[in-house]
């Protein structure tokens, strides 16, 4: 049986017939059905604009949920069990009296979790139409990114649901957050004093943070175009990478000592402008090519396009934190689609030892470096240098990892997906995985001076092959610091 109790409550999954909803989210609570982490008075409300039969959208979501399960975790009682607790109501989110409907679904003691996996556009809207019918006061909102276009329209945003809703009870999602390697950083940092001993810039010479992807914009044109690659990626889901990564120690796990912790290092970010944002800003945006062998077209030749576009794919930056711990050690950002691999990985270098006695042909091999991978497989490696085998060797070295890979080592527990975690968090109250109304303003007012200095000096998206690892100039980035992307070929 599972070890963590969860209150009753009554699941209104606003949006649910959307991708996400289908993809992701109703999995997730299958999942969550099948382990046993829904109380068994637990019910969810699918909610949607479309009309027709209430069994018709059912089955649909059924079977995008057996599409996206593996097939080896369907089990047809939980499935059942499921498909029982599941009510459809056509709802428009913006008319009050459709709200009436679900007010009389919901029993007056009972936790309502509204989700919002809706355009942020109507985010107020649904919250004011919840508190008319009385279901504001017992709620907690889950609000999906993103938050805003810039900051000032973030601030609305939020704005208009704290009209409704205290802040402990609004649960901002990031989905990177929920990843268990993300998770492990807490624990890896802060329980390890192998580790911590040597989290500064006494130690450290660089931080890398990739988040590479090998598809295009599938059929997100609209949005996308919109957004941008830094809006889209790095406003959110690099910058709370790096905050875990940079931030000092919370005085204990509750959810406001993480979240402090990280608006400090947000605020503690070196702003760029002119020359700096020439030199540590690189914009891509990608052209025809191949990936897996296959030719693909190029941004502007997607379906819908815009053909005068200058919307960044690909994001590839240095940052500097202005504090004691990292004083002098950049942080390199780099995000992309189209991209030679799927992957999502940190890598913290380690500066080499301050004397060197082995062949001087091997330096360029000293440095440890601890890589934190994402995806597609979640593990934690320690790069290290050993002796090479052999009586013919003498002493000469190699680099090889102390590794910990998560579904290789702990082949009998499933690894659940983020969106798990997530919900389950929300269930449980718990928002230590869910992201403050000042860390998304100060992460946006960091965003918006990049934006507003390229709009100043007219810089546009440099091409890049599909297929690659981004344009020439992230390269030079890196190089002109002395050093390179890890493990691009």
């Known amino acids: 049986m599972p070890s963590i109790t969860v209150e009753s409550c009554t699941f209104a999954l606003f949006g649910a017939l959307g991708d996400l909803a289908l993809r992701k989210l109703f999995p997730a609570l299958y999942q969550l059905d099948r382990a046993g982490l829904l109380h068994a008075d637990t019910r969810i409300f699918a909610l949607a604009r479309e009309n027709g039969e209430a069994q018709q959208h059912l089955a649909c979501i059924g079977e995008h949920l057996l599409r996206h399960v593996p097939a080896n975790e369907v089990d047809k009682a939980v499935l059942q069990r499921f498909q029982a607790r599941l009510s459809y109501l056509t709802m428009d989110f913006l008319q009050a009296d459709d709200y009436d409907a679900l007010a009389e679904q919901v029993g007056s003691g009972e936790r309502l979790i509204a989700y919002f996996a809706t355009p942020a556009a109507v985010y107020g809207g649904i919250c004011a139409n919840l508190a008319r019918v009385g279901l504001a006061e017992r709620a907690r909102v889950v609000l999906e990114k993103p938050i805003g276009h810039d900051l000032e329209s973030s601030r609305a945003v939020n704005d208009a649901v704290a009209q409704y809703f205290p802040e402990t009870r609004i649960y901002r999602i990031d989905h990177y957050l929920g990843k268990e390697t993300v998770q492990n950083l807490i624990a890896l940092r802060f329980a390890n004093s192998l580790f911590e001993t040597q989290w500064n810039q006494n130690h450290i010479s660089h931080v890398e943070i990739t988040v590479a992807e090998k598809v295009g914009i599938e059929g997100r044109w609209?949005?996308?175009?919109?957004?941008?690659?830094?809006?889209?990626?790095?406003?959110?889901?690099?910058?709370?990478?790096?905050?875990?990564?940079?931030?000092?120690?919370?005085?204990?796990?509750?959810?406001?000592?993480?979240?402090?912790?990280?608006?400090?290092?947000?605020?503690?970010?070196?702003?760029?402008?002119?020359?700096?944002?020439?030199?540590?800003?690189?914009?891509?945006?990608?052209?025809?090519?191949?990936?897996?062998?296959?030719?693909?077209?190029?941004?502007?030749?997607?379906?819908?396009?815009?053909?005068?576009?200058?919307?960044?794919?690909?994001?590839?930056?240095?940052?500097?934190?202005?504090?004691?711990?990292?004083?002098?050690?950049?942080?390199?950002?780099?995000?992309?689609?189209?991209?030679?691999?799927?992957?999502?990985?940190?890598?913290?270098?380690?500066?080499?030892?301050?004397?060197?006695?082995?062949?001087?042909?091997?330096?360029?091999?000293?440095?440890?470096?601890?890589?934190?991978?994402?995806?597609?497989?979640?593990?934690?490696?320690?790069?290290?240098?050993?002796?090479?085998?052999?009586?013919?060797?003498?002493?000469?070295?190699?680099?090889?990892?102390?590794?910990?890979?998560?579904?290789?080592?702990?082949?009998?527990?499933?690894?659940?997906?983020?969106?798990?975690?997530?919900?389950?968090?929300?269930?449980?109250?718990?928002?230590?995985?869910?992201?403050?109304?000042?860390?998304?303003?100060?992460?946006?007012?960091?965003?918006?001076?990049?934006?507003?200095?390229?709009?100043?000096?007219?810089?546009?998206?440099?091409?890049?092959?599909?297929?690659?690892?981004?344009?020439?100039?992230?390269?030079?980035?890196?190089?002109?610091?002395?050093?390179?992307?890890?493990?691009?070929?």
């Open 222 to 489: 609209g949005y996308f175009d919109q957004a941008g690659q830094l809006r889209d990626m790095i406003q959110n889901h690099l910058l709370q990478l790096l905050c875990l990564i940079a931030m000092d120690p919370p005085s204990d796990l509750s959810a406001d000592s993480i979240r402090d912790e990280k608006v400090k290092v947000l605020k503690a970010l070196a702003p760029m402008t002119g020359e700096q944002l020439s030199q540590q800003v690189v914009r891509g945006q990608y052209v025809a090519g191949s990936s897996d062998g296959k030719a693909v077209p190029g941004y502007l030749e997607e379906e819908n396009s815009n053909t005068r576009s200058d919307t960044e794919t690909f994001v590839a930056l240095r940052a500097d934190i202005r504090n004691w711990r990292w004083a002098g050690v950049p942080f390199y950002l780099r995000t992309g689609k189209r991209m030679a691999e799927k992957m999502s990985q940190i890598v913290i270098h380690f500066k080499a030892p301050p004397h060197y006695i082995f062949d001087p042909e091997q330096r360029q091999l000293i440095g440890n470096k601890l890589i934190i991978r994402l995806q597609p497989d979640e593990g934690i490696a320690l790069q290290v240098m050993t002796k090479d085998q052999g009586l013919d060797k003498g002493m000469q070295l190699r680099s090889g990892p102390l590794q910990l890979n998560f579904s290789d080592t702990y082949r009998s527990a499933r690894v659940p997906d983020a969106y798990e975690r997530l919900l389950l968090e929300v269930m449980r109250g718990n928002q230590n995985l869910f992201v403050r109304k000042d860390e998304i303003e100060h992460a946006w007012q960091w965003c918006d001076q990049l934006i507003a200095g390229w709009k100043r000096l007219g810089d546009s998206p440099k091409p890049y092959a599909a297929g690659t690892w981004g344009p020439m100039g992230s390269i030079a980035l890196i190089t002109r610091d002395g050093r390179s992307w890890y493990g691009d070929l």
